[in-house]
């Protein structure tokens, strides 16, 4: 083979590898939008937007409490009267260790772990697994599991 042909093809190999490469998969395209989802969310929580991070929460979400799953009323009951007070929260929240485990094309798996920080309150964390769909309003939670 002469030498132009054999830079033609590694030429070739090398736009096809790098091409692959740089390509953004639907499933990590996913795990960004909820990632991104998530710290949108976060950021509302610490401005004293409860609704607008209650917005990450599908209108039929269930979240896990020790007596059983409750719906939108009892999660948002439970953020307005423990980790709000006159508006605003408590403590600021950060999520961390986010991964996403696709379960089809429209469902992930997302669980990583929280933590509430600041005004001069002991620092608290946990951990959360949270089953999510993806709708015409982008991802949304269906159902959470926080301890």
């Known amino acids: 083979m002469n030498k132009v042909k ?3 093809l590694v030429l070739y190999f090398l736009m096809v590898a790098f091409g692959t490469h740089a390509q953004t998969t ?3 395209a996913a795990s960004k939008n909820i990632t991104d989802a998530m710290n949108k969310a976060a950021d509302e929580w610490n401005k004293g937007h409860l609704d ?10 269930t979240m ?6 409750v719906g939108m009323g009892g ?17 600021n929240l950060k999520y961390t260790e ?4 696709m379960l089809g094309d429209n469902y992930a798996l997302l669980t990583g772990g929280f933590t509430l920080y600041g005004n001069n309150l002991p620092e ?10 993806q709708t ?10 926080s301890s």
């Open 6 to 8: 054999q830079a033609v």
């Open 26 to 28: 639907p499933e990590s």
């Open 52 to 61: 607008a991070f209650m917005s990450l929460y599908d209108p039929s979400a």
């Open 64 to 69: 896990m409490m020790p007596t059983g799953p």
């Open 75 to 91: 999660i948002k009951g439970l953020y307005e009267t423990k980790y709000f007070k006159d508006g605003m929260p408590k403590q």
């Open 98 to 101: 986010m991964q996403v485990r």
């Open 124 to 133: 608290r964390s946990g951990r959360y697994s949270l089953v999510m769909q």
């Open 136 to 145: 015409k309003d982008g991802w949304k939670i269906l159902h959470d599991h």
